[in-house]
């Protein structure tokens, strides 16, 4: 049913919960992960510092789904997540999209349960593939 499952990875805590779900869904379905990390760019942060962190944090995917039997693909692209998103996902050809509801800077203190991140729904509102949110 779902060969691939995308599954965005921003390093947030709410992040986790979404891979693990994809991971979970994937071990069910025989399916592959592909972890996509977005390096922002114009990020005044040093580029070498945010490519190792999302080294890292595709790794940590590719980690826990091993774990499991579960095989990875992973991306890190420099872009604007907002605007590519849904270009990313149609050219991973994935058939699921796993991911968190929350922006990876949402206020904690002001959550509830009506939010949803830009991200999250802008690839609701223009993808072409079932996606799902996780709170």
Do not use: C, W
């Not at 390093?11 to 979404?18: C, L, P, V």
């Not at 206020?107 to 690839?123: P, Y």
């Amino acid at each position: 049913m779902f060969d691939k499952i995308m599954v965005p990875v921003d390093g947030s805590k709410y992040n986790e919960k979404a891979i693990d779900y994809a991971i979970a869904i994937a071990e069910k379905f025989n399916s592959t992960i592909v972890a996509v990390h977005v390096l922002q760019e114009f990020s005044s942060n040093s580029y070498d510092n945010e490519e190792d962190k999302g080294d890292d944090l595709l790794a940590h995917v590719s980690q826990k789904a091993s774990e499991v039997g579960v095989n990875t693909i992973e991306h890190l692209i420099t872009g604007d997540s907002l605007r590519d998103m849904k270009t990313i996902v149609r050219k991973s050809r994935v058939d699921l999209v796993v991911m968190h509801a929350f922006g990876s800077d949402t206020f904690d203190d002001e959550l509830n349960e009506n939010q949803i991140g830009s991200v999250s729904e802008r690839i609701i509102r223009t993808g072409d593939v079932p996606v799902l949110l996780i709170k």
